[in-house]
């Protein structure tokens, strides 16, 4: 497993468990180990979502969009 893919999981986990800011910088590092992650960015922006930062959220989807546009999860 990646690098950024572990950080990817951690950060899921986190969303799960309502910890929204340690599931940002999670979803961040794995964004440092893997600049091209949509799926980093997905997680980042749900994060960012549900800690009430609609605007910063927004721009980690259009991120995600912009790398993988054809993607069902951006």
Same mark, same amino acid.
């Given at each position: 497993?990646?690098?950024?893919?572990?950080?990817?999981?951690?950060?899921?986990?986190?969303? +799960?468990? $309502? &910890?929204?800011?340690? /599931?940002?910088?999670?979803? =961040?590092? @794995?964004?440092?180990?893997? #600049?091209? %992650? *949509?799926?980093?960015?997905?997680?980042?922006?749900?994060?960012?979502? +549900?800690? $009430? &930062?609609?605007?910063? /959220?927004?721009?980690?989807? =259009?991120? @995600?969009?912009?790398?993988? #546009?054809? %993607? *069902?999860?951006?």
């Amino acid at each position: 497993m990646s690098e950024a893919k572990e950080f990817i999981d951690q950060a899921s986990r986190a969303i +799960q468990d $309502g &910890q929204y800011q340690s /599931a940002a910088d999670l979803a =961040r590092q @794995a964004l440092e180990a893997d #600049p091209a %992650s *949509a799926d980093a960015n997905v997680v980042l922006g749900i994060a960012l979502a +549900q800690s $009430g &930062q609609p605007d910063a /959220a927004t721009n980690a989807f =259009r991120a @995600a969009i912009a790398l993988e #546009p054809t %993607s *069902a999860k951006a």
